[in-house]
């Protein structure tokens, strides 16, 4: 069985929209986009190429995906990322979407069944970039097996957040924290089942 784990850059309010551009998601009226790029060093880096190591699928929500498919397949190809993003198989969670032209990608209609089928198959990791209403879901039906939440000393007073306001009690077992240059935290949690 595959491990599907969630990558989330948040700030320590909880906000995961637009970490990495000022564009990239202004839904809500967000100006804070591009907030984490002054947070990214060598730690995080080798972190982010560890976790490229053990992945060899991509799980996106459709804004998300949308959003990496016009950047990646131009960025510079000797990037890490680059080269990660664009050879991976990727899936993309999308009622709408027909042609993702940003290959090789299959999409998903029904996310609880299919991931779940997905994650049955063998394989390395599934990884979930950002795609916060697509984490939602796989979490509300117990298919996220780690969660690794890049935590900065920054408030952003709104945005979107990762975990719902909603009452309901979530807990999770800590099981590596480690502290970056730049007054980070990267943590890793496990939902407890």
Known sequence: M???????????DGVYQAPGAPDEDREGGFEHGGWQMPYFDDIEMESASKGMAETDAMLFGRKTFDIFAAYWPNADPEDPFSKHLNGVQKYV???TLSDPQWGPTTVIRDVATEVAALKDTDGGTIT???SGN????LAANDLV????????PI???GGKRLFPDDGAV????LTES????????????RPER
């Not at 979530?170 to 077992?173: H, P």
């Open 134 to 137: 697509l984490v939602r879901s």
């Open 178 to 189: 480690t502290p970056t240059s730049k007054g980070g935290l990267l943590l890793t949690y």
């Open 93 to 95: 969670a999308s009622s």
């Open 145 to 152: 097996d780690e969660y690794h939440l890049s935590v900065y």
């Open 170 to 173: 979530r807990k999770l077992e």
């Open 128 to 130: 979930v970039l950002g």
């Open 2 to 12: 595959r491990k599907l784990v969630v990558t989330e850059f948040l700030s320590l």
């Open 155 to 157: 408030t952003l007073g």
